[in-house]
């Protein structure tokens, strides 16, 4: 049934483009990018792709003469209806490969990025759950006494990845102001060092600062602690929005003017509380191409996010 769904979607978006509803341009979004031997063997190897899948990806449009452009750029030229063969290009979460692999790609092709950044990841503050997730299944053979802390049975022995999915879904459930301290609990069972762990994985203060300097590098903010928006109180997202956005702004020493919805969860408040906080603009994960004819609404812009290997690659056939 999704499936059906999902293609009577692309279907749909086809021959609205042809009508001419849509532009070519798109933004993307990426999480991580890491060397081909480096690529998780869990589910969340969706989310990272290869130093050589990236730079692909990046003559693809360079061949099809698209221009890269800034989200300050890009809503610049959707006022002026002049989006059509633009292209930018956002990362998630703030891990340090966009220190590493990222930058020098992106100096090579002079190319600009925005990078959407947590603000509890930079001290651990909070669980970086998926990857300390994976790091755990990853290390631990005992699989059933990480789900029996969570009352879960399956009836069959399930895979690594199968096991990594079902956790995957309970922790993202517990991923709320007032469910959060059982995802603490959990590592500090399981997982005693993940603080230690994480951290490999994350941007530190340094080198956040350095991007934020570099010519090609734009910071936004990604939320406090990357709570679903929509499971919040009111004054809650209001912190998560406002707090970021201040506490990036006191590193970066910039201003911060986009937001990234975690999840791509969002509702009208969230909206609301960010143009009252001075953001310009705020990113989702609907996969669609900016509109042409209509207007856009700066907050909830569409991306496509960029999948691991041959997953999702449609956007490419949208251009
Ligand atoms: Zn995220």
Redo the contacts with the bound molecule.
């Keep these: 049934m999704q499936k059906i769904k999902l293609v009577y979607k692309y279907i749909n978006q086809i021959i609205r483009r042809f009508l001419g509803e849509y532009s070519n341009c798109h933004v993307l979004s990426f999480?991580r990018v890491v060397d081909e031997h480096d690529l998780n063997n869990l589910g969340i190897r969706d989310y990272e792709l290869s130093k050589e899948r990236f730079e692909e990806i990046i003559t693809i449009y360079l061949k099809n003469n698209y221009r890269f452009v800034t989200m300050d750029e890009l809503l610049k030229l959707k006022q002026k209806n002049e989006i059509d063969k633009h292209v930018a290009f956002t990362f998630?979460?703030g891990y340090v490969d966009t220190y590493f692999n990222v930058l020098p790609i992106i100096e090579k092709y002079k190319i600009p990025i925005t990078i959407?950044f947590?603000e509890r990841y930079l001290n651990n503050s909070i669980v970086k759950w998926d990857y300390a997730l994976a790091e755990l299944l990853n290390r631990s053979n005992n699989h059933v006494e990480l789900l029996n802390f969570f009352s879960i049975n399956l009836d069959l022995v399930p895979s690594k990845n199968k096991i990594y999915d079902v956790l995957r879904k309970e922790l993202k459930s517990k991923n709320n102001k007032i469910s959060y301290k059982q995802i603490e609990s959990f590592f500090i069972e399981f997982l005693p060092d993940y603080k230690y762990i994480i951290k490999k994985y994350m941007l530190n203060t340094q080198q956040l600062k350095k991007m934020a300097s570099h010519n090609l590098v734009n910071i936004g903010s990604?939320s406090s602690s990357?709570f679903v928006m929509t499971d919040l109180e009111e004054i809650d997202q209001e912190n998560e929005i406002l707090n970021s956005k201040k506490f990036i702004e006191e590193i970066i020493v910039k201003p911060v003017n986009h937001f990234?919805y975690?999840?791509g969860e969002f509702n009208e408040k969230s909206k609301e509380i960010l143009i009252k906080n001075g953001y310009k603009s705020a990113v989702t994960t609907v996969p669609r191409n900016i509109f042409k004819t209509k207007k856009e609404d700066f907050f909830c812009i569409p991306r496509y996010v960029v999948k691991c290997g041959d997953k999702n690659k449609k956007f490419l056939s949208l251009m």
């Design positions: 999480h998630d979460d959407f947590v990604h990357h990234c975690p999840y």
